[in-house]
């Protein structure tokens, strides 16, 4: 059984925290932080996370009402662009490892789409990456753009 506690989200707000979590990682053995070593750090990291979505054309005024919903449910999410058949959520995701914070990312939308009244979609594209990796993509001008100001917004 997994146990849910709130936290303090450090961008305002709160946030759901797994405790107890179920989620397991699954690796070679050979020190990747997988699971194959005799003592695993469970600190967690910062991972930048990037979900996207697409299927059938949707009205763009439900789409942005959606996506809307879940930042309003969920405040971690940083910003969501869309089109009326995509749309890409990025965010930070606390986690262990990044097989949990990939496991969570998949969750979100499978868990929080109906309830945000989104469209059908499926997750076409996910990526994950640590702060170091983000930041240095970012210096570097690769990668990711620096996110939108918060909140949701046409592509």
């Known amino acids: 059984m997994v146990n849910c ?4 989200d450090p961008r305002g707000g709160d946030r759901r925290r797994l405790v107890g979590r179920a989620l397991t990682s699954v690796g070679t053995g050979d020190g990747d932080g997988g699971g ?20 059938k054309p949707a009205p763009l005024s439900e789409v942005r009402r959606g996506l809307e919903q879940l930042a309003h449910d969920h405040p971690f999410l940083l910003t969501s662009r869309y089109a009326d058949d995509h749309a890409e959520i ?6 262990r ?3 949990d914070a990939a496991a969570v990312a998949l969750r979100l939308w499978g868990e929080h789409r109906s309830s945000a009244q989104l469209p059908p979609w499926e997750i076409v594209g996910l990526e994950v990456i640590d702060r170091a990796t983000y930041h240095q993509r970012v210096a570097e001008g690769y990668g990711p753009p620096p996110a939108h100001p918060v909140g949701v917004h046409p592509y």
Do not use: C, N
Request: aromatic share 10%; net charge negative; hydrophobic share 30%.
């Open 5 to 8: 506690e709130r936290r303090a």
């Open 97 to 99: 490892d990044l097989h």
């Open 36 to 55: 194959g070593g005799e003592e695993q750090d469970h600190a967690s990291r910062l991972w930048h996370v990037t979900l996207s979505v697409s299927g």
């Open 90 to 95: 990025r965010y930070w995701e606390e986690a």
